[in-house]
Every structure is written in structure tokens, then in C-alpha cells.
């Protein structure tokens, strides 16, 4: 009796739902979920990380694909070649690590800003100006940012940490 990870795909915005019917009926669920600091605060703040997927831990040949592909909001467990396809404990384990870490540095846009790095002020008074990252406000979701003035002048703004977009880099 194998347990392997399955990925299933489900109906847009039902992920969660499809999560709780998959774990009423015995069976492990990995539904990946991150932390988000949207600028409208009416707007959700956890968001699937993988959105239409999440995992179920199980053993196919015993239970059967249909049981999976029937649920409410279920589409279908994803497969190859007609073969369901076994997602390796190894991704799942690296995946868990992700969310962790993302949700741990506070969510998603905390993720890989670091002190020092460039910014776009997306939103608000400051909208259209460039700035650098300086640090995180502990206990909010605000963040202080270096913005450049006239005559290479920096002065420190605190914002709303769902105002800033990481400025690529060419």
C-alpha cells in the first residue's frame, strides 16, 4: 500500500473548499497557502501559492483516480500518458520549506527584499517614484523606504508594504 503525492486540479477559487472535502474523506492534503499584503485591505490576505492545485497524499491503486476526479470542484488528478503523476516527497518537502519561509519573513513581497534593494512606489501619493528598500516595520505590514529627492537627497517614508513592486534587474 504506497502513498504518493498527487497533484489535483480544481475549480477556480474552490481550493480550499476541495482541501477540507479531501481531508473529510481520510486523506492528507497539502494546500499551499502564502501570506499577501494587497493594497485594497478588503482584499484577500492568505492566497493560494500554486492557484487550481494542491496535493493529496494517497495510495491511487487502492482507492481509485475517480474518487479524486468526482469530488465537488475537483477537475482532475493530473496525469501523463492516461498515468496519474507522482509528485516526488522531495519537491513537496523543498515546497513546504518555501511557504514557510515566505510566511515566516512576513509574506510574499517579503520574501527576497533585502535592505538596500530598488523599488517602485506603485500606489498612493508617492505612485511613479523609485526608492530603496531600508527595512520592515516590525509588528504592521509597513515598510521604510529610502526615496531620492532632488539633488541626490534621500529621505526615509514609511508605506504600506502592498505599495512596493522589487525593481527588476537588467
Request: hydrophobic residues 40%.
Amino acid at each position: 500500500m504506497p502513498l504518493f503525492w498527487y497533484a489535483l486540479n480544481s475549480h477556480p477559487n474552490k481550493e480550499d473548499f476541495l482541501s477540507r472535502q479531501v481531508e473529510s474523506n481520510g486523506f492528507e492534503v497539502f494546500f499551499p497557502r502564502i501570506r499577501v499584503n494587497p493594497v485594497n485591505p478588503r482584499a484577500r490576505k492568505i492566497r493560494a501559492y500554486f492557484p487550481g492545485y494542491l496535493f493529496v497524499h494517497a495510495d491511487i491503486e487502492e482507492v481509485g483516480i475517480s474518487v479524486f476526479n468526482w469530488m465537488p470542484y475537483s477537475k482532475r488528478i493530473i496525469s501523463f500518458g492516461g498515468e496519474p503523476s507522482i509528485v516526488p516527497d522531495a519537491l513537496i518537502q523543498a515546497i513546504m520549506k518555501k511557504i514557510d519561509k515566505i510566511n515566516h519573513a512576513g509574506g510574499e513581497i517579503f520574501d527576497d527584499l533585502n535592505h538596500g534593494d530598488d523599488v517602485s512606489i506603485t500606489y498612493g501619493p508617492f505612485e511613479g517614484y523609485k526608492a530603496i528598500f531600508d527595512s520592515r516595520i516590525d509588528g504592521a505590514e509597513r515598510v521604510r523606504v529610502l526615496l531620492k529627492m532632488l539633488s541626490d537627497h534621500y529621505v526615509p517614508v514609511e508605506l504600506d508594504v502592498g505599495y512596493l513592486e522589487k525593481t527588476k534587474k537588467k
